[in-house]
C-alpha cells in the first residue's frame, strides 16, 4: 500500500483579502485561525497583515496549525534579478521561521491582476528575451529557496504573462525541474482556459503544492461579457470553495490521488467577506472534502 499524505490547509483570502487590504480588515489572525481550527483544516498561508514569526508561530501552536507558505510577487523581467533575489531572500528567511513547505511565486512585470482593466481581453505576453530572462531568474531563485529548505512552486494567475496551459507549458520546459516546481489553482485555469485537467496531467510530477479554487460559471460567463477587471470579477462572486461552482474535484483530487501526490491542497476562495460568510464557507469546503474526496482517497488506497 502507497503511504499518501495530503495536508489540508484553507488561505486568509476568504477573510482577508492582500490585493484590496480594506476589506475584512476587522477579521484579526486569531479569528481566522480559531475559525480554521473550527472548519477543520490543518493550516493556512501567510496573509500581508500576519505578525512576525515568534508571534506567528505561538499562535500557530496553540492551535496545532501550521503554514504552507506564502505569496511572493517577482518583477525579475522588470527590476532585475539582483533585487528581487534580495527580497527573496528576506521571504524564505520569513518562511523558514515559521516552518513553511513552499515559497509561491508569481510574475507580476505587467500584470493587470490589481488594475481596472478588464481580464479577460487584456493578458500580458512576453517577448522571447523576456521569457528568457524570467526563466533564468526563476532557477536562480529556486536555488535560493532550496537553501532554505523550500520548494518554488510557481503560480500562473489570471491577468499576468503566465496565465494559459501553453504559457504554463513553455514555463516547464524552460526551466529547471530541480528549482522551479508548479503550483496547480484549478479556479485560475478555469478561468483562462476552461480546461483544468489538461495541466494537471501534463505536469503533474512538477506539480508540488495545489490551491481548490471553484468557479461560479455563470458570474463568470456575466464579468466575462461586461469585461471586469479581475478585483471586481471576484467582489462580483466568481470564485467560491470546492463543491459550490462548477469544477469536478472529484477527478482533480483522483489525478493527484492516483499519482501518488504528497503535499498541501490548500482551499482558496477570495470572495467578499461581508457577502460570503468565511467560516460558513470554510465549513462547507470542509463538507464537501469529507463528503466527496475522502471516499476517493480511501478506494485508491484500497486498490493500490
Ligand atoms: O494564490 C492566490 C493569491 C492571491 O493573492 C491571488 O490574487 C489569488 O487569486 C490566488 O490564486
Ligand atoms: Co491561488
Redesign the pocket.
Known amino acids: 500500500m502507497s503511504k499518501q499524505r495530503i495536508t489540508w490547509g484553507i488561505?486568509p483570502?476568504g477573510w482577508r483579502n492582500?490585493?484590496i487590504p480594506e476589506i475584512g480588515a476587522g477579521n484579526t489572525l486569531s479569528h481566522l485561525l480559531s475559525d480554521i481550527v473550527v472548519a477543520g483544516f490543518e493550516g493556512t498561508e501567510v496573509g500581508g497583515f500576519f505578525p512576525e514569526p515568534k508571534v506567528l508561530n505561538k499562535e500557530l501552536k496553540l492551535r496545532n496549525l501550521k503554514i504552507a507558505g506564502k505569496?511572493f510577487s517577482s518583477f525579475i523581467i522588470r527590476d532585475g534579478l539582483v533585487s528581487v533575489s534580495q527580497l527573496f531572500h528576506e521571504h524564505c528567511q520569513y518562511l523558514k521561521e515559521v516552518h513553511a513547505n513552499v515559497a509561491?511565486v508569481s510574475e507580476q512585470t505587467y500584470s493587470v491582476?490589481g488594475t481596472v482593466q478588464n481580464v479577460f481581453a487584456n493578458k500580458p505576453c512576453f517577448t522571447d528575451e523576456e521569457w528568457e530572462r524570467l526563466c533564468e531568474g526563476l532557477n536562480e531563485l529556486g536555488k535560493i529557496a532550496n537553501q532554505y529548505d523550500l520548494k518554488l512552486v510557481y503560480?500562473h494567475?489570471m491577468g499576468t504573462g503566465i496565465q494559459t496551459k501553453e504559457e504554463v507549458d513553455r514555463l516547464m520546459e524552460n526551466t529547471d525541474s530541480q528549482y522551479v516546481h508548479l503550483l496547480y489553482?484549478t479556479?485560475?485555469i478555469f478561468v483562462s482556459d476552461g480546461d483544468y485537467l489538461a495541466i494537471l496531467d501534463k505536469h503533474i510530477t512538477r506539480i508540488k503544492h495545489v490551491?481548490f479554487?471553484d468557479v461560479r460559471q455563470n458570474v463568470k460567463e456575466q464579468c466575462e461579457k461586461i469585461g471586469k477587471s479581475f478585483q471586481q470579477s471576484f467582489l462580483a462572486g466568481m470564485f467560491t470553495v470546492p463543491g459550490d461552482g462548477c469544477i469536478d474535484f472529484t477527478k482533480v483530487y483522483k489525478k493527484l490521488i492516483n499519482s501518488n501526490y504528497h503535499g498541501w491542497i490548500v482551499v482558496?476562495a477570495?470572495q467578499d467577506p461581508q457577502i460570503a460568510h468565511p467560516l460558513e464557507y470554510a465549513l462547507m469546503a470542509r463538507g464537501y472534502i469529507d463528503e466527496k474526496l475522502m471516499s476517493i482517497k480511501n478506494n485508491a488506497l484500497m486498490s493500490n
Request: avoid cysteine.
Open positions: 488561505a483570502i492582500d490585493d505569496w509561491v491582476q503560480h494567475h489553482d479556479g485560475h490551491h479554487k482558496e477570495e
